[in-house]
């Protein structure tokens, strides 16, 4: 009987050690081996691949705090759609603007008192549009993109330094082991949709010209400014600043929460500093436009333009970016546990 106890632990571990579930046998009344319930349930395959946080938040069943640099690989490796959960809000940020912008042009041209020159009127953002918009106007989308993609690389950069710097000073097996999986975790992945965001807005500079070009050759033919290339200009370049305050405040509601609070800190600041900065630009470019329709065009160009812009621009760029909107249902913003 000692011998067949013996025998069946033996069995028991080496099925353990190969990845079953230990289980336990007993020596029937006819002498044979009876097999009892395993101890334990089985690993499935899909929890084995897991990483040992999740299996251990599953299996505790009471939520952990997790470290920032975690969380900021589960932000990165996952969540890159536009997230604004609320359709109300989405819906009014998506209407707003334009309405803004429209309300300007529209009030241009109401005012309008003939076309006039620069030096007979009061054109109170004459230092922006010369100074900025005419200059560097089709760039500005590009450094708003840039600057929250650069941003947020080098808040991920800086925590990964840090995190590295905390294992080489406590030099303990934990610390070893969090490194190790903070080296081998996935590389990282702009902010919303930073990648497509410049692909769109080259496809509409290069569109831009297109038309731009079209129209200077059918004016010279017909002697008659058919649009007015500033109004078309400013509102192609708003289309883009429009996109951009909407995945600025995606990046915001996606910040993990550090366990120490400067993380999230640095990028509130960093990311609400380039939302005022693209609400600025679009608010006075809007604003200029507001002159350019009352002084420089008549207002059949205006409105030639406003609606042109709107099918060509404004609607499909903004129709792709709401195909890109998911509800937020785990974002690294909120994925804080309670231990």
């Avoid at 081996?33 to 990483?51: G, M, R």
């Avoid at 940020?93 to 009030?107: D, Q, R, S």
């Avoid at 929460?257 to 630009?281: H, K, M, Q, R, Y």
Wanted: proline share 5%; aromatic share 8%.
């Amino acid at each position: 009987m000692n011998a067949q106890k013996a025998a069946a632990a033996a069995a028991a571990a080496t099925s353990a050690h190969n990845g079953a579930s230990p289980s336990l046998s007993a020596a029937g009344a006819d002498g044979g081996v009876e097999e009892l319930e395993p101890l334990v349930e089985p690993f499935t395959a899909s929890q084995q691949q897991q990483p040992q946080h999740v299996l251990q938040v599953e299996q505790q069943g009471t939520p952990t705090v997790m470290h920032s640099s975690l969380l900021l690989e589960v932000w990165h490796a996952e969540h890159h759609d536009l997230v604004l959960p609320s359709d109300t809000a989405f819906r009014a940020l998506l209407i707003l603007p334009l309405m803004f912008w429209w309300l300007c042009v529209l009030a241009g041209m109401s005012l309008h008192q003939g076309t006039v020159r620069s030096s007979k009127v009061h054109h109170a953002l004459l230092w922006y549009d010369r100074g900025l918009l005419r200059p560097f106007g089709p760039l500005l989308p590009f450094a708003v993109v840039l600057g929250r993609a650069g941003l947020l690389a080098a808040l991920h950069w800086w925590d990964r330094r840090a995190a590295a710097w905390r294992g080489h000073t406590a030099a303990t097996p934990a610390a070893v082991q969090q490194q190790q999986q903070q080296q081998q975790g996935p590389r990282l992945r702009l902010a919303t949709l930073a990648k497509l965001c410049v692909q769109v807005y080259v496809g509409i500079a290069l569109l831009r010209l297109a038309i731009y070009l079209l129209h200077v050759a059918v004016s010279r033919l017909l002697h008659y400014d058919i649009m007015s290339d500033h109004i078309f200009l400013s509102a192609t370049m708003l289309v883009c600043l429009h996109v951009e305050m909407l995945c600025v405040l995606s990046d915001l509601l996606r910040l993990p929460i550090a366990d120490d609070g400067s993380l999230p800190s640095l990028a509130e600041l960093g990311l609400n500093s380039v939302f005022v900065t693209a609400l600025f630009l679009y608010l006075l470019t809007a604003l200029d436009m507001f002159f350019t329709a009352r002084y420089y065009h008549d207002p059949l160009e205006s409105a030639l333009t406003l609606v042109s812009v709107f099918f060509l621009f404004q609607l499909p760029t903004l129709r792709w970016l709401a195909s890109k909107r998911r509800p937020r249902e785990v974002v690294a913003g909120v994925l804080v546990m309670e231990g």
